[in-house]
């Protein structure tokens, strides 16, 4: 409970109808999509939803000055816990702050506030003909404040990089309630190395460092065309070498995706007209540039998948695009419907494993999926080595539950002796955090006294990202 | 689906599938309005779930929070694992009905009011009268009342008084045969349009003439139900429905035809296995079932239409009113941006949460100014109601009709020019 003083003056700060207090409205900010956060009960003592930089300074000010936990929140869809207060304290609605506050694109970039939805920024600027890259499955939900704290990425990493390549800078709340501005405190460069780089200390550091109320982005010109080539592999080990010899004839497809087995049948049995020929695996390569270039690359793509598999088609017509895509569209919605009585739930999601060993394991996760009888849907980013596994349970029996946690481990255990990461794009916060000191080794060190100097009472989103050790 | 197997005790299978992904924040209306997460059907499935797992108890905010949806399913069309929002959401207030029982003032609309409105409806030369006294006559035969009435609050009503079609003279039901030739159809007026716009009635019947199909309005029809259902009063529901199905089994066989999006929605959904013959929406048996004739007479018209939510989202009927509109000689289309956006009716919803109601209207009512046109369309009478109200309020001139009415203007306009 928080201290009836301390409620008055945040209220003072924000207006009363923006403190949430109801234990209904509170229960609603207890989760995000992960298993973790569903299987448990952690309610925040107050949501707050703020309008501005200042009040999220007086507020951080108040909460250093009590000792109340603050955690930041935007839409809620991150997969690890992140914006989850589970000590309790303050959840800190910040979707609220939603205006583009300046279009500079002249200059390649636009400055946002935080709670902007990826999808809506996208669309304010098409109509100019540009657009922000990083394109995460969660485009029409998340906010760019949980991408900037997640480095989030999307399909097109592979050519366009993730979420840090496009901050050029950011207005930051510090715990202690300080603001300050990273990049720059009134630059529009589009480039510069003055100093250390604080902008990339924040993104991705999970709302554990400061809030994120302003963010400096940079955009590029929409590129005039796209093409898609499509092939089916009989073998998984072909998939993976196509992709690699890809590379290496000098390609840089803007996105390659795969599905194996199990997620081609989860997309046909959901979408039947897909009509989805028997394989091991489906690779999709987008290519996208000039209508020359995207015709050149997408036969030179072919060309190759070809020595692998006779199996191969490429399109720029945007209809035929259109159905092609739709199955690596549709699998993350049809992964629920392969079991009768059974949800997709998020655990070992988000793996990232060198490219060359996708394929071993895929093979790895088809195994674990017998040993532990949970059926697995498996697709992801190939192009970046980053694995999507959805095992499908019943979430309201306790022993699945039990069962899909040590399948989780598992498959965090198999990336990790891979010489891969636990995490790709969704963030460490809770869930995986038990894996830091051995996926960090004394760099975490580092990262624990970075977060005890710029947050000595440990109020912002603690215990996260194992940042207060053992 | 089938009503006895109540969704009530199929709850934790509905919510099963939902995955907390959010990606519903992004359509709800009543979410983008509010922007509190408990407001958003991610956050009623979860306190549905966290109810029923008796981790929260039913409070005030609660039972706010599961009122406070327009089951527009706006969401279940965006929901990328297929959960029943909806469903779940009636049967949660069934739920809450059984703890708390049904608001006196729902009671009133859902166990009295509407279960006798055709009984009722020899009032309305008596409420005609009252009309010009509590209310002040506003253009397209509308009133707005003077001070908060009661259940309707101060919001735009059609007039009772005007001119009613022949067949619903005596009392809003009335059997009618229109010719003897052809097909013959039972028509489901249904309560709004019964209520506010028999004109709609007329005009359906005026159009399926013109297609040599007979007409029957059986007197004794009474509302679908949607009201009690979503009030979560299933009872009374079963009761409407008993009695409405009792109905339709002196016309065995015979297609039910409607022109309210939301008793469509709910004759198809609940009233299967009940009934023999097949429901239609009024623009579904135009161009499905009959040989339609587009109209040759002209109406001078900017339109632009709305895609109520019970017709695009629960029936899947988009294209037909569009093509029925664009085939009439005169007509200028213009497409509205997000035409399906929903314009916060609601049924009940709208008397339960006016200030909300409007204000979700509002983002749909401009969108449709916006696109110049001096008439706009759709093929609902809740809607037609809402968009009225909205209008006036914004001070536009421009129309609502049905698509039945263009129609039938336009086969008047071709009669004339013969
Ligand atoms: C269906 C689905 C698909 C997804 N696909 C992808 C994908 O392809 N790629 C990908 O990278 N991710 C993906 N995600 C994960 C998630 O959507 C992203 O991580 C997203 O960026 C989170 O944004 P959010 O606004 O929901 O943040 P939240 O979940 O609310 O918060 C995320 C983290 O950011 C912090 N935070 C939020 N706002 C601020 C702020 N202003 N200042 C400081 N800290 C803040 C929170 O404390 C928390 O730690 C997916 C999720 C779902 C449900
Ligand atoms: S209802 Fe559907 S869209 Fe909404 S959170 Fe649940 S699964 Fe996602
Ligand atoms: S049915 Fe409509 S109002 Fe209700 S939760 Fe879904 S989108 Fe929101």
């Known amino acids: 409970m928080l201290a009836q003083e301390l409620l008055k003056k945040i ?52 909460a250093n000055e009590y000792r109340v936990p603050v955690v930041p929140r935007g839409a809620g869809t991150g997969q690890c816990c992140g914006s989850v207060a589970w000590r309790g304290g303050i959840t800190l609605d910040l979707s609220g702050m939603n205006q583009i506050l300046s279009f500079d694109l002249e200059n390649l970039q636009v400055v946002v506030q935080p709670g902007i939805v990826h999808a809506e920024l996208n669309k304010a600027l098409a ?79 999970e709302g554990t460092l400061g809030v994120v109320t302003r963010i400096r982005l940079k955009v590029l010109p929409i590129p005039e065309k796209r093409g898609l080539v499509v092939a089916f592999f009989d073998e998984l080990e072909a998939s993976g070498k196509a992709v690699v010899q890809i590379f290496r004839g000098r390609l840089l497809p803007s996105a390659i995706e795969i599905m194996d087995r199990t997620a081609m049948k989860a997309a046909g049995m959901y979408k039947p007209d ?83 060993m996708v394929p071993q394991a895929l093979k790895k996760i088809q195994e674990l999926s017998v040993k532990y009888n949970i059926p697995i849907v498996t697709y992801g980013h190939i192009g970046d080595g980053n694995l999507h596994a959805a095992p499908v349970i019943n979430t309201y029996d306790q022993e699945e539950i039990e069962k899909v946690k040590k399948l989780g481990d598992e498959i965090h255990r198999m990336a990790l002796a891979m010489e891969g990461t636990t995490t790709g794009e969704h963030g460490v916060g809770l869930t995986r955090a038990q894996y830091m000191e051995e996926e960090l080794g004394l760099s975490l060190d580092v990262m624990r006294r970075i977060k005890k100097l710029l947050d ?14 053992e | 689906m089938a009503v006895d197997k109540n969704d009530l005790n199929n709850l934790p299978r509905l919510l099963l599938p939902c995955v907390r992904c959010g ?59 297929g959960v029943h929002v909806d469903r779940v959401i009636i049967a949660a207030r069934e739920k809450l009905a059984e703890k708390k029982g049904i608001p006196l003032k729902k009671k009133v609309i859902t166990r009295w009011l509407l279960p006798n409105l055709n009984r009722l409806a020899a009032f309305m030369p008596a409420a005609a009268l009252l009309e010009g006294i509590v209310a002040v006559r506003v253009s397209g035969g509308y009133y707005r009342p003077r001070l908060n009435l009661p259940l309707v609050g101060k919001r735009l ?26 097909r013959r159809v039972v028509f489901f007026t249904g309560c709004m349009t019964n209520m506010a716009y028999p004109r709609v009635a007329g005009a359906v019947v005026e159009v399926l003439r013109r297609h040599g199909v007979e007409v029957v309005i059986p007197k004794e029809l009474v509302c679908c139900g949607l009201p ?155 809607c037609m ?34």
């Open chain 2, 157 to 182: 009503l059609p007039s009772v008084g005007g001119k009613r079609p022949e067949f619903l003279t005596s009392s809003t039901g009335g059997s009618f045969s229109a010719s003897s030739a052809g």
């Open chain 1, 274 to 356: 897909l009509n989805l020929p028997d394989a091991e695996a489906m690779l999709l390569f987008e290519v996208d540039g000039s209508p020359v270039d995207v015709t050149y690359q997408a036969q030179k793509i072919a060309e190759i998948c070809r020595q692998f598999t006779q199996r191969v088609e490429w399109t720029d017509d945007p209809k035929r695009l259109g159905e092609l895509w739709a199955a690596r569209g549709v699998v993350g919605a049809a992964a629920g419907r392969v079991k009768e009585g059974a949800t997709r739930v998020y655990i070992g999601e988000d793996i990232c494993v060198p490219v060359v």
């Open chain 2, 23 to 81: 990606q519903c924040r992004s359509v709800c209306p009543v979410f983008l309005a509010k922007g509190v997460e408990s407001d958003s059907p991610r956050g009623r499935m979860t306190l549905v779930r966290a109810l029923l797992e008796g981790k929260l108890k039913p409070s005030d905010l609660l039972n706010e929070k599961l009122q406070q949806c327009l089951l527009c399913r706006t969401c279940v069309m965006e929901c990328p694992s």
């Open chain 2, 228 to 382: 009690m259902l979503a009030a979560g009063d299933r009872e009374s529901f079963l009761r409407v429905r008993e009695e409405n199905i009792k109905v339709f089994k002196k016309y065995p066989g015979l297609a039910i035809i409607t022109a309210c999006a939301s008793c469509g929605s709910t004759l198809k959904e609940y009233y299967a296995g009940g009934i023999e013959g097949k429901v239609y929406d009024f623009t579904e048996f135009l161009l499905g079932e009959v040989d339609f004739q587009p109209p040759r007479g002209v109406v001078e018209r900017k339109i632009t239409y709305h895609d109520p939510c019970h017709l695009r989202k629960a029936q899947q009927i988009k294209e037909q009113p569009r093509r029925l509109l664009k085939s009439i000689p005169g007509v200028q289309y213009q497409e509205v941006k997000e035409p399906d956006r929903c314009c916060g009716f609601g049924g009940t919803f709208s008397l339960s949460f006016p200030d909300l109601s409007q204000e979700i209207g509002i983002t749909k009512v401009q969108a449709l100014m916006d696109t110049g046109a001096d008439t706009v369309v759709t093929a609902c009478p809740g």
């Open chain 1, 11 to 62: 209220q003072d700060v924000v207006g009363p109808e923006n403190c949430l207090r109801d234990e209904a409205d509170r229960f609603c900010y207890a989760f995000d999509s992960s298993l973790l956060s569903q299987i448990n009960n952690w309610v925040p003592d107050l949501v707050v939803r703020v309008k501005t930089t200042e009040q999220v300074a007086t507020i951080l000010k108040l």
């Open chain 2, 385 to 418: 109601l809402q968009l009225a109200d909205g209008l006036y309020n914004r001070q536009s001139a421009a129309a609502v009709m049905h698509v039945a009415e263009v129609l039938a203007a336009a086969y008047r306009a071709e009669e004339r020019q013969n």
């Open chain 1, 456 to 469: 000595p009472n440990n109020i912002l989103n603690p215990g996260k990202m194992a940042l207060e050790g």
């Open chain 1, 127 to 205: 109509p100019h003909g540009f657009f922000f890259p990083p394109d995460p499955g969660s485009t029409k939900m998340c906010t760019l404040g949980g991408m900037v704290a997640f480095n989030s990425s999307g399909q097109r990493s592979v050519k366009y990089g993730t979420t840090k390549q496009y901050i050029l800078g950011l207005e930051v709340v510090l715990p202690t309630g300080e603001v300050i501005t990273t990049g720059g405190a009134k630059s529009r460069a589009l480039k510069s190395v003055a100093g250390y780089d604080l902008t990339g200390l924040f993104v991705g550091s």
